[in-house]
């Protein structure tokens, strides 16, 4: 059964920090893999999609990377900003017609 | 392009009464899923329909929960009698036959009193 772990749960950082926040899975059999935001009160936004064949992806400040071997993805925020401030969620696609696994989120904080 | 819509964004009602969650898909997105958050726990997948047969619905949580998609457009989601555990968000969303993201609506906030 595929289970989806994001760590830290919330994190807190001063404005222009770079940062990394962390997904692992249990099954390496995906199909592709996720980063959404969620801010209070709205639904999710994906941010951006690595396929299972490919390693990263990247857009504007942020960049996403996979290692399927090992179960795990990052995702990395460079030059911090306030309005990065909201959580963040992984999630696994089974296979291309199937479901999202996600995890439980990190809530990102971003001091001005 | 329109987005994933849902209806009503927020709703109170009593513990056993019933109420219903629309979704409107993206325009022709064949597939449509329902997720849904409750306090404390991660998103968790309900059911998946593609145009109006339902591939999956091995997320449901019991016979009080009912989904249909009748023409294969929007879709409902029936909670009948809703429990206090019912509280939560729920999360529709929609793909493209042969596309690979998956679009969320903005989510139907319910609360069971």
């Known amino acids: 059964k595929q289970e989806v772990t994001q760590i830290p749960a919330a994190l807190s950082v001063p404005e222009g920090e770079n940062l990394v926040l962390n997904c692992s899975f249990t099954d390496s059999a995906i199909y592709n893999l996720q980063w959404f935001r969620q801010d209070p009160g709205k639904g999710l936004t994906s941010l951006l999609l690595?396929?299972?064949?490919?390693r990263e992806q990247t857009s504007g400040r942020l960049n996403a990377s996979l290692d399927k071997s090992s179960g795990r993805s990052t995702l990395y925020i460079a030059a911090s900003q306030p309005g990065d401030s909201a959580t963040y969620l992984c999630?696994?696609?089974?296979?291309?017609?199937?479901?999202?696994?996600f995890g439980q989120g990190t809530e990102l904080s971003v001091k001005p | 392009e329109a987005g994933v819509t849902q209806f009503p964004s927020h709703s109170v009602i009593e513990k056993g009464q019933t109420v219903t969650l629309r979704c409107d898909p993206i325009?022709?997105?064949?597939?449509l899923y329902w997720y849904r958050r409750v306090m404390g726990k991660e998103i968790k997948f309900l059911l998946h329909?593609?145009?109006?047969?339902?591939?999956?619905e091995s997320g449901m949580p019991n016979n009080r929960f009912l989904a249909e998609r009748t023409g294969g457009t929007y879709s409902t989601l029936k909670v009948q009698p809703a429990e206090l555990e019912d509280s939560g968000v729920y999360f529709c969303a929609s793909r493209r036959y042969s596309g690979n993201t998956i679009y969320f609506g903005e989510g139907s906030w319910l609360t069971v009193v």
């Open positions: 329909f593609v145009k109006e047969s339902k591939q999956d």
């Open positions: 325009s022709g997105h064949d597939n």
């Open positions: 690595i396929q299972s064949s490919q």
């Open positions: 999630a696994v696609l089974t296979n291309q017609g199937g479901k999202l696994i």
